[in-house]
């Protein structure tokens, strides 16, 4: 598909043999067996993957022990974090972003080679994480300072805050390895719950930088870093009943299997960010040039390798022969090429099963009677699939009900909006839609109908998490709980408060408590 090109020199990599480990608050030497790790992305001039590194293998009683880290840490809620006060957890949160902040380039450039994200993504990502953290905190001080008061109800004085629920294991996904994982860990441990993390099977070395960090700047147990294959070590951990929360960015069939493995379902917090099928619906009114342009980026940003990805497009009768003229023409115009060559938007996939699943879904496609309507579409190198724009798609084929997460675009056409309508209501999926056109006549029943199907609905723009101050959540098997810098921290608490009855005696003794200021959850404090 391109020819080879030297790797600058700032962008080559040496491979990292990471034979350390987080556990209680210690780097320990790992001993044991290693995985390797392997790129899609060659180094040489005749196609081969490029060893990165290893990290351990770690079996169920490493998992085993570092979720005892956890509990320990944590003591059924007795913990020195738990019952830490908010100013104190936060200037521990800020040791670890400053650290972290030093570490950019070095994460970058594994994040790159990991997983296959342009230069430019990889920057960004890793600077919207630091973000993300610095807002997470504002978000906590700002919460606190609203629980800094009494509230007082039919003679009831209750000072009221959020507190922890207990071990949090975590499970972030490859596409946004840093971010997404981090949108997960940050609340839950900031709000005193201790985690257990793990990290995806690709854009796993690139937490090698950050564990000094994690080490330096948080007490014993609060983060404990597990390395090994999911279905070896996830198991255990679950089976033992000792997670309070599961908190997974991936997909609803790892989400059931883990809850099955807890003997106490009814005690089990769910935080879930899972997959969607996410559609774009071009009205016959809509700008096609803004339509064309949204929906290329919405479809194929990273590869199409997002759950907020636009993954079937209908496109009204009346201008589909435009659009889908359009369309292919900006998708046959994009760029293939490693992460960091420059205006490159199509990079070699993670997976190196993926190309022949797209494939599949292609050759289903076209049995069914799609055609591919781009001239590039299809293309096969050895790490990567050219995306293929596919009309007319059916309800019968597999492009139309499963997430492909790759660069694969299907195209439907519709006469009657209802028609669309029941497609989405019928979904097993609810996350977005983007929709495409200008009548306030056409777009108010629409919108009506649609805020009770997804969760977001994007006007004229691709579909997308951001800004992270917003909720981010779905419906049906999209989603369970709402992240973003707001809801993340109550997804990771409860409302837990102290109440006193409005007499002398009680309130000389609350008075006390308040001017001592002993107790770390009973203050008034104000955190500027």
């Known amino acids: 598909m391109k020819k080879f090109r030297e790797i600058p020199e700032e962008f080559r990599v040496e491979p990292l043999h990471q034979d350390i480990y987080l556990a209680n608050g210690e780097l320990r030497k790992w001993e044991g067996a290693m995985t390797d790790v392997y790129s899609t992305i060659s180094s040489t001039e005749n196609y081969e993957p490029t060893f990165l590194g290893s990290v351990p293998n770690m079996g169920e009683e490493e998992a085993l022990e570092l979720l005892y880290s956890s509990c320990e840490a944590y003591n059924k809620g007795k913990g020195l974090w738990p019952t830490m006060k908010v100013k104190d957890r936060i200037q521990f949160m800020e040791k670890f972003v ?24 990889s920057r960004k990502e890793f600077d919207r994480t630091i973000q993300y953290i610095y807002d997470t905190i504002e978000e906590y001080k700002n919460l606190d300072r609203d629980s800094s008061r009494f509230e007082k109800r039919d003679g009831i004085y209750a000072h009221i805050r959020r507190g922890p629920l207990g071990v949090v294991f975590c499970l972030g996904p490859y596409n946004y390895p840093l971010n997404e994982t981090f949108a997960l860990l940050i609340p839950a441990v900031i709000m005193g719950n201790t985690v257990i993390f793990k990290p995806a099977k690709h854009g796993v070395l690139l937490f090698a930088p950050l564990l000094e960090a994690f080490k330096n700047s948080f007490p014993r147990g609060v983060i404990n870093i597990l390395y090994g294959r999911g279905r070896t070590v996830a198991p255990p951990i679950m089976r ?20 099955d493995l807890h003997p106490n379902k009814n005690r089990l917090r769910l935080v879930f960010g899972l997959e969607a099928k996410n559609p774009g619906v071009v009205l016959p009114d809509a700008n096609l040039e803004l339509a064309v342009e949204e929906c290329v ?20 009768k009346k201008i589909k022969d435009k659009f889908i003229k359009e369309f292919s023409k900006k998708v046959d115009e994009l760029v293939y090429g490693n992460p960091w060559e420059k205006d490159v938007t ?5 997976e190196k099963e993926k190309p022949a699943y797209i494939q599949e879904l292609i050759d289903d496609a076209i049995s069914k009677g799609a055609k591919i309507v781009n001239q590039r579409g299809g293309e096969r190198s050895e790490n990567y699939i050219f995306p293929a724009v596919l009309y007319p798609v059916s309800t019968d084929m597999r492009v139309f009900s499963e997430e492909q997460f790759g660069p694969l ?8 909006i209802n028609e669309i309508l029941d497609e989405i209501a019928n979904s097993k999926y609810g996350q ?3 929709l495409f056109g200008e009548d306030a006549y056409e777009l108010s029943p629409l919108i009506d109908n649609l805020v009770n199907l997804v969760c977001r609905v994007n006007i004229n723009s691709l579909c997308q998490r951001g800004p992270d101050v917003f909720p981010f959540t779905g419906r049906k098997d999209s989603a369970v709980g ?5 809801d993340a921290l109550r997804s990771f608490s409860i409302r837990t408060f102290v109440a006193s009855r409005d007499d002398d005696y009680n309130n000389k003794i609350v008075e006390n408590l308040l001017r001592t200021g002993v ?10």
């Open 482 to 486: 709402t992240l973003s810098v707001h």
């Open 297 to 316: 980026k919405g479809a194929l940003s990273f590869n199409g390798q997002r759950c907020t990805a636009l993954k079937i497009i209908y496109v009204h």
């Open 432 to 434: 977005q839609i983007s």
């Open 346 to 350: 199509l990079t070699p996939l993670p």
């Open 240 to 259: 033992s009943g000792r997670v309070d929360v599961l908190a997974l960015i991936g997909n609803s069939k790892t989400a059931i299997a883990l809850q």
């Open 519 to 528: 107790s770390n959850f009973m203050n008034t404090d104000y955190i500027l």
């Open 409 to 416: 675009v299907p195209i439907k056409s519709f006469s009657h």
């Open 98 to 121: 400053k650290q972290m902040a030093t570490k950019r380039d070095e994460v970058v450039k594994l994040m790159m080679w990991e997983i296959g994200k342009s230069l430019e993504d």
